[in-house]
T-cell receptor
């Protein structure tokens, strides 16, 4: 059973479209994250949620809106997609922020054409 | 602003060799340091987590050390195997926040 699962694995879309990426974790963790890995493989945090509450919002354009319906899910909605949004987006979770290791999903490769 | 640097960017070794990957960070005010492994097309797998009060952690053939005052960590891999081939990333949890700041990784290739 996959601990942190993301869908879809690949997403190809045109500029201007709106798309969502879903993430679910079955580990019972309290904290969930979204990370972006750019073409140079550099990973950078976007958001973190703890028990459905936003904790970190790392200067991300407001076209990106995370939504956490419950502590096991953290979805990422992106409006008006731009070419520069092309990247791999990773969802992650941890039992306790700061002191627990992160568990990552396998990523969603977003390509904007 | 915290910056994490990993040297070398890529490393190729013959099977069986012991090796060391290096990580340095500019701000010693960290909660912990984690080493991850990333396989192509996959997410990251946490290997070792060292709390700021600890000096090292061991798991099987892996040993990670932390010298917080000098801003350095090393990941030692003993008796390397082709299955160890992957990109290894170092990340620190920045003090005063819950942000994990990553290095760019070291791509390791272990040749049979």
């Amino acid at each position: 059973d996959t601990a942190v699962s993301q869908t879809p694995k690949y997403l190809v879309t045109q500029m201007g479209n709106d798309k969502s990426i879903k993430c679910e974790q079955n580990l019972g963790h309290d904290t969930m994250y979204w990370y972006k890995q750019d073409s140079k493989k550099f990973l950078k945090i976007m958001f973190s949620y703890n028990n459905k509450e936003l904790i970190i919002n790392e200067t991300v354009p407001n076209r990106f809106s995370p939504k956490s319906p419950d502590k096991a899910h953290l979805n990422l909605h992106i409006n008006s997609l731009e070419l520069g949004d092309s990247a791999v987006y990773f969802c992650a979770s941890s039992q306790e922020a700061i002191i627990s290791p992160l568990h990552f999903g396998n990523g969603t490769r977003l390509t904007v054409t | 602003k915290q910056e994490v640097t990993q040297i070398p960017a890529a490393l190729s070794v013959p099977e069986g060799e012991n090796l060391v990957l290096n990580c340095s960070f500019t701000d010693s005010a960290i909660y912990n340091l984690q080493w991850f492994r990333q396989d192509p097309g996959k997410g990251l797998t946490s290997l070792l987590l060292i709390q700021s009060s600890q000096r090292e952690q061991t798991s099987g053939r892996l040993n990670a050390s932390l010298d917080k005052s000098s801003g350095r960590s090393t990941l030692y891999i003993a008796a390397s195997q082709p299955g160890d081939s992957a990109t290894y990333l170092c990340a620190v949890t920045q003090g005063g926040s819950e942000k994990l700041v990553f290095g760019k990784g070291t791509k390791l290739t272990v040749n049979p």
